[in-house]
Structure formats: structure tokens, C-alpha cells
């Protein structure tokens, strides 16, 4: 599967953006889903995932009640919508996919379990 990454920009302290994750393939229900981020001089770390049909998801604790992650499998297209922007949410937003069952897994939350990724979208928080 191939990953398109899209919706980052400058944005300012408090607002939102709309991430957005194109995939290609027949079989995108199928896949785990999940976005990280990496700031410049830190390592890559989980943002949210989510299940192949959509109905389980999961956050990283930091971005619980301001992030939310979801999937559209008729576009084969998974979304993270990001409220409440902080300064520190500044980083390289990158989609990443797997074909395991990853949601039901402790590995669901660690880069090396997915096996696809996308280019990466900047997102831009100022304060």
C-alpha cells in the first residue's frame, strides 16, 4: 500500500487542522491505521490508531480530548482532526499502515510495527 499524507500548515496556538492520509490498494479495510510525529531532534512518537473498520481507537495520552483519529474506507482515506493546538505539537505528521490486526496488540503503539508510511505533512503551531 502506498500513503499520501496531506493537510499540514502554519497554524496558530489553540486552532485546528484536518490531517489527511490517501492510500492506495483494494484492501485499505484490512489495514491498521496510525499517525506519529517526529519534532526536529526527537524520535518518532504515536500520535493515535486506529482499526481496519473503524470502530477501535486509541491516542497517546497527551493528545486524548484534543485529537481524533478516523477512517473512511469507501475513500480509502484515514483523517486526524487536531484541536486545541499547542506550540508543541509542531513536528512532521506521518501515516502509517500495517496489515495485522495491530489494535489488539501492545506493539500497536511502536513505529517498527507498521510496515508502510507515508511522506510526512509539516505541521506549524505558533504561539
Known amino acids: 500500500v502506498q500513503l499520501q499524507a496531506s493537510g499540514g500548515g502554519l497554524v496558530q496556538a489553540g486552532g485546528s487542522l484536518r490531517l489527511s492520509c490517501a492510500a492506495s490498494g483494494r484492501t485499505f479495510s484490512s489495514y491498521s491505521m496510525g499517525w506519529f510525529r517526529q519534532a526536529p531532534g526527537k524520535e518518532r512518537e504515536f500520535v493515535a490508531g486506529i482499526s481496519g473498520s473503524g470502530s477501535i481507537t486509541y491516542y497517546a495520552d497527551s493528545m486524548k480530548g484534543r485529537f481524533t483519529i478516523s477512517r473512511d474506507n469507501a475513500k480509502n482515506t484515514v483523517y486526524l482532526q487536531m484541536n486545541s493546538l499547542k506550540p508543541e505539537d509542531t513536528a512532521i505528521y506521518y501515516c502509517?499502515?500495517?496489515?495485522?490486526?495491530?489494535?489488539?496488540?501492545?506493539?500497536?503503539?511502536?513505529?517498527?510495527?507498521?510496515?508502510?508510511w507515508g511522506q510526512g505533512t509539516q505541521v506549524t503551531v505558533s504561539s
Open positions: 502509517a499502515a500495517d496489515k495485522s490486526a495491530l489494535w489488539v496488540s501492545d506493539r500497536r503503539y511502536l513505529p517498527y510495527a507498521y510496515d508502510y
